[in-house]
Structures are given as C-alpha cells and as structure tokens.
DNA sequence: TTGTACCGAATGAACGTTCAATTAGAAGAT
DNA sequence: ATCTTCTAATTGAACGTTCATTCGGTACAA
C-alpha cells in the first residue's frame, strides 16, 4: 500500500492549507514555499515529500478546494424537491460557501483565469463533474431552462453568483439572505424555460 | 512638461502591448521583463525609463486596457434611443470588445482577481467611470431595474457577460450574434423592472 | 553643452529544489 | 520486554538558477 502517502500526522493537508491562504493575499508569484514552510510549521523540504512541485501543489490545491465546493453545493439535496426548488437550494449552497470560503472563491478564480486552468484543461474535481454537472445538465435535458445554447448555461449561471459574492467580498459589505435569494431570482428569471 | 514621458517613437506603447500579450499565455509570474524587452525590441532598461517597476507597470496596463474598453462599449451610443435599446448596444458592444480582444479579457479577469486590486482599489479608469458606471446609475436611478440592491446589479450583469465570453474564448467556440443577444436577454429578464 | 532616449552587461537578492543527515515508528527476532 | 533492522518522515543548509533592477555608457537632438 502506499503508506508514504498516507500524511500520517496531517502536514499534507496544512501545506494545502497554508498555500490557500498565503496565495489569496499575496498571489502566485508572491508566495515562496518557504513562506508556504513557514506557515504550515513544515520544512521547505516535506513539502516536496507530499508534492513534486510547486506547480503539482497547485493543482492538487485546485482538485481540493473544487471537492469540498462540490459537497457544500449538493449538501441537502432532496429529489423529491422540484426542480426549482433544488436549483435554488444548490444556488444558495453555493453562495454561501463562497463568503464562508473566502480563500476558496478568491483562489478559485485566480486559477481559472491562470495559465495553469489552460494548459492542464483535464485536471478537475470528479466529484463537481459527477454531482453538480449532473444536476444542470438534467435541467437541461428535461427542458426547465429557457432554449438557449446549453454550453452558454453554466457559465452564465456561475458568473452571475461568483460576480455577486466576490463583489461583497471585495467590498467588505454584507447582503442579506433575501438580497441573494434576489439574486437567485434574477438567475432563475433569466434562464426558465417562458 | 514631461517630455520624459511623451515616448516619441513607440516604445512605451509596445511594451504594453508585449506585455499585455505574454501575460496572457504565461502569467505575471512566468513573465520576465526580459522576455518582455525582447518581445517589444527593446532593452531591459528601456521599460524602466518608462515604468517605475514591474508593478508599475502592470497598473499602468490595468488603466490603459480599461481606457480601450470603456471606449469600446460606449460606441454608437445614441441618448435618443431607448433605454434597452442602449443598454443592448452596450453589452454587444462589451462581448464584441472581449472577443476582439482575448489578451485584454484574460488580463482584465486576471488583474480583478489579484493582490493588485486589493492594493490598489483607488487605481482604475477615469473614463470608465464617466462613462460607463454613469450609464448604468442613470437606468438605476430612473428605475428601468428591479428593485434589488444596486451595488448588486453591476457584477451581476458583468459576471454573466464575462463568464459567456471567457467561456466562448476558452473552449475555442463562436458563438453567433443571435446567441449573444440570447444572452444579452437573460440579463435583461432577470433584472428589468417587473 | 545639456538632457533625453536608449542600450545591455553586471549585480545582488530571492527563489525552487535537492540532499545528506536525523528522527520516529513499525515489524521481526531473541 | 528488549534489541535490531528497516523504511518513511522530516529537517534545513546549500546549490544553482532566474529575475528585477541598476548603472556606466553611447547616440542624438535641441
């Protein structure tokens, strides 16, 4: 078995840790792994026990933080819901996990606007394409939504709620819960089928 | 007067747009004023006869870019049309902009979601505030919206318009001027008044 | 003659990564 | 129980490279 992989007493994970938060306030370029070392109480050289690179830490970071997304997203899904009423729940989930991951969503969008999204397009979270994925492209197929260009769906979706929490991120505000669900609505009214 | 900083031949102008276009495929980290200089036939030191320093530089770029796209989206606009009517033109004007111009939309997305614009979030373009934050105020304030938090309504009618061009531009599709305007309707159903 | 534009080799700091050495702990033997 | 052996985990100083920036110098225009 590969025991050498198991991170037996945690450092694995609060490199992975230390790199989300260091990376939100200072970047890519700005983040040395010693200070990576530093903050997670590691030597600069464990940390090359657990990744091969910086690059593959990276990467690795991003399949992560996309696996806990797609677990907060799906949590409390109930089928016997209508199709409405799970979008919205999905939605919320979503939003919340956001401005309760702030790191998560800051991170997450300097990635996908990063070479690194580019050139490694088949690296992803199998756990956000077998869940969340699903679930749109059921609404698509059992025609909730409005007929447009299904590849235009997702992102439209997505950029609207990740536009609404890195704004009140950004401007250190708070929106209630009925500003998002406004929000939610303002999605939701763009895309039904009518 | 700053003759110093009138650039006679070029030269500051091509190392913007060397930069501009490097950033996109390499990133701010992987890109080296050196690979810059070479890029624009210019000396290393050259750029820092221009730019005080590589940040400098790239917030110098910020404004630069955002210049050309508040131009961009306010073209042909016409106070005796309607309000929709103008607002349409904005939009197809600004994924026309984006489309037109990959290296701006990816750096535009890039620098949003970096440490420069939390630093520095007095930086921005003046004409872009004039013109295109004024444009959307005057349908706040003449109640052409919904009535949902109006600081809400601006990332979320970018988001969408964004998250469709990057999404057009990353998965190396075209999207027809109907498909756009499709778009462009979803925004307008979720946040036109009734 | 003075100052601006420009050059590109040189500099020094910072960085990612390596590696020889040390520790920890588990498994086996006595 | 105790000792032995083996391997994974960990350390941090050292290495070689790369990079942003500097600076002494040239060219040219006013």
């Keep these: 078995m590969n025991v050498q992989l198991e991170d037996t007493c945690g450092k694995r994970e609060a490199v992975l840790n230390s790199t989300l938060s260091?990376?939100?306030?200072?970047?890519?370029?700005?983040?040395?792994?010693?200070?990576?070392?530093?903050?997670?109480?590691?030597?600069?050289g464990?940390?090359?026990?657990?990744?091969?690179?910086?690059?593959?830490?990276?990467?690795?970071?991003?399949?992560?933080v996309k696996n806990k997304l797609a677990l907060a997203v799906m949590a409390g899904d109930d089928e016997h819901q209508t199709y409405k009423e799970r979008f919205f729940n999905c939605m919320l989930n979503q939003y919340n996990f956001y401005i309760e991951n702030e790191d998560s969503l800051v991170f997450l969008e300097q990635?996908?606007?990063?070479?690194?999204?580019?050139?490694?397009?088949e690296i992803d979270s199998q756990l956000f394409v077998d869940?969340?994925?699903s679930?749109?492209?059921?609404?698509?197929?059992?025609?909730y939504f409005k007929n447009i260009d299904?590849?235009?769906?997702?992102?439209t979706i997505k950029?609207?709620?990740?536009?609404?929490?890195?704004?009140?991120?950004?401007?250190?505000m708070v929106f209630s819960k009925d500003d998002i669900i406004e929000v939610i609505n303002v999605i939701w009214d763009g895309i039904k089928k009518q």
Tied chains: 1, 2.
């Design 22 to 44: 260091l990376l939100r306030k200072h970047g890519f370029h700005g983040t040395p792994m010693s200070q990576i070392a530093k903050h997670a109480s590691v030597a600069a």
């Design 135 to 143: 679930f749109f492209k059921y609404g698509i197929e059992n025609a």
């Design 46 to 64: 464990t940390i090359y026990h657990y990744f091969e690179s910086k690059d593959a830490l990276i990467l690795e970071l991003y399949v992560h």
């Design 131 to 133: 869940k969340v994925i």
């Design 159 to 172: 950029g609207t709620l990740v536009a609404a929490a890195y704004f009140q991120l950004s401007q250190h």
């Design 150 to 155: 299904s590849r235009l769906l997702a992102p």
């Design 111 to 121: 990635y996908v606007n990063s070479p690194y999204a580019n050139q490694h397009p």
